[in-house]
């Protein structure tokens, strides 16, 4: 009888550590792209220039200036920066318009380049340029369209023929996020969108709607493609999670968080919530690095925010990560 209840409780044990729990907050911590850290204990890219969110990070090493970073600021203006060598820090990049007009978007999603042409996605908009970054302000054309009400606060990737979109899909009580995020693809990048699948990126498998998530961005990495996002919960502020799949076909799988706010310091630029980030892979670090919105409300270190839209002493900030392991090249 003693061998049988020792039995039975292994096999219960063993069932219950292979099932997927979605509500822990790592569910595997091998996997090599869930390490990420700050490059500096303040990695704030610039805390002088107002309320700085939803970044867009462009990397062509064919380039004289081989990086490009838009900052969204105001439905007026974003921020457009260039640098010849990468840094976490804006001391060395520079600022080539703080005028930096797309449309007329408090913030953008992302944005691709394909075929010497640029892609930017805000709010059902597709806007398109191709020559120079330096030279687009003011001449951005809207092209396109997406379905923003189905497939919001998107990321996409473009591979093989295909703009891959992900965004907020079903409506999330607690916050403006989706109980998923859903997968459409298009030949052109402007129009004709078809659904794949609404649930991609699934994180309540069991129904309901315990979490939100959006803003996504996917990069494929040895292999695997990998997707990065939002997700909050009530009373929960945003963090960033880690997804993975072996296709873009199949859904994603849930692999924990991979960047969290210090909520447990005072001092820090993101003591309250990360979150938009934007993954690119750096080949002079040989290394992954992602761009994130980080938000502080208790005012400490804190600046000068006003006019920015924020309430109260909160400030918003474009903080710099890396990828704990590097890599010689991207798909080896």
């Known amino acids: 009888m003693k061998v049988r209840v020792i039995t039975l409780v292994c096999a219960v044990v063993a069932v219950l550590q292979s099932t997927p729990n979605y509500g822990?907050?790592?569910?595997?911590?091998?996997?090599?792209?869930?390490?990420?850290?700050?490059?500096?204990?303040?990695n704030a890219f610039i805390t002088t220039k107002g309320n700085n969110h939803d970044s867009v990070l462009f990397?062509?090493?064919?380039?004289?200036?081989?990086?490009?970073?838009?900052?969204?600021?105001?439905?007026?203006?974003?921020?457009?920066?260039?640098?010849?060598?990468?840094?976490?820090?804006?001391?060395?990049?520079?600022?080539?318009s703080d005028q930096y007009k797309i449309g007329k978007h408090y913030e953008y999603d992302d944005g691709v380049k394909v075929d010497g042409t640029y892609y930017i996605f805000e709010e059902g908009k597709v806007y398109t340029?191709?020559?120079?970054?330096?030279?687009?302000?003011?001449?951005?054309?809207?092209?396109?369209?997406?379905p923003h009400k189905q497939c919001?606060?998107?990321?996409v990737y473009y591979e093989d023929g295909l703009f891959h979109m992900f965004g907020e899909h079903g409506n999330f009580p607690h916050g403006p996020d989706g109980t998923s995020l859903a997968h459409f693809t298009s030949?052109?990048?402007?129009?004709?969108?078809?659904?794949?699948?609404?649930?991609?990126?699934?994180?309540?498998?069991?129904?309901?709607?315990?979490y939100g998530v959006g803003d996504a961005t996917i990069a494929k990495i040895q292999g695997?493609?990998?997707?990065?996002?939002?997700?909050?919960?009530?009373?929960?502020?945003?963090?960033?999670?880690?997804?993975?799949?072996?296709s873009l076909s199949k859904p994603f799988q849930?692999?924990?968080?991979?960047?969290?706010?210090?909520?447990?310091?005072?001092?820090?630029?993101?003591?309250?919530?990360?979150?938009d980030p934007d993954i690119a892979y750096i080949p002079e670090l040989k290394r992954y690095v992602m761009t994130c919105?980080?938000?502080?409300?208790?005012?400490?270190?804190g600046g000068n925010f006003s006019g920015s839209g924020l309430r109260g002493s909160a400030t918003r900030v474009i903080g710099v990560f890396y990828s704990d392991k590097k890599l010689r090249g991207i798909g080896k």
Not at 26 to 35: A, F, L
Not at 260 to 273: F, G, Q
Request: hydrophobic share 30%.
């Open 24 to 42: 822990q907050e790592s569910i595997d911590n091998t996997d090599p792209w869930m390490g990420w850290h700050r490059p500096v204990d303040a």
């Open 59 to 96: 990397v062509e090493p064919e380039l004289e200036y081989p990086y490009h970073l838009i900052i969204s600021h105001t439905p007026q203006y974003a921020h457009l920066w260039r640098t010849k060598k990468f840094s976490w820090t804006s001391n060395d990049w520079e600022l080539v």
């Open 129 to 146: 340029f191709s020559g120079p970054l330096e030279k687009a302000s003011g001449k951005w054309k809207m092209a396109g369209t997406f």
């Open 152 to 155: 919001d606060d998107i990321g």
């Open 187 to 210: 030949k052109t990048g402007l129009g004709d969108w078809e659904m794949v699948n609404a649930k991609a990126v699934d994180p309540n498998p069991d129904g309901g709607n315990k």
């Open 224 to 246: 695997s493609y990998y997707l990065f996002c939002d997700r909050e919960s009530k009373g929960s502020p945003y963090k960033v999670t880690a997804w993975r799949s072996s």
């Open 254 to 275: 849930f692999l924990g968080l991979a960047i969290t706010p210090r909520a447990k310091e005072v001092d820090d630029w993101d003591n309250y919530r990360i979150q």
């Open 293 to 301: 919105n980080m938000m502080d409300t208790d005012g400490n270190p």
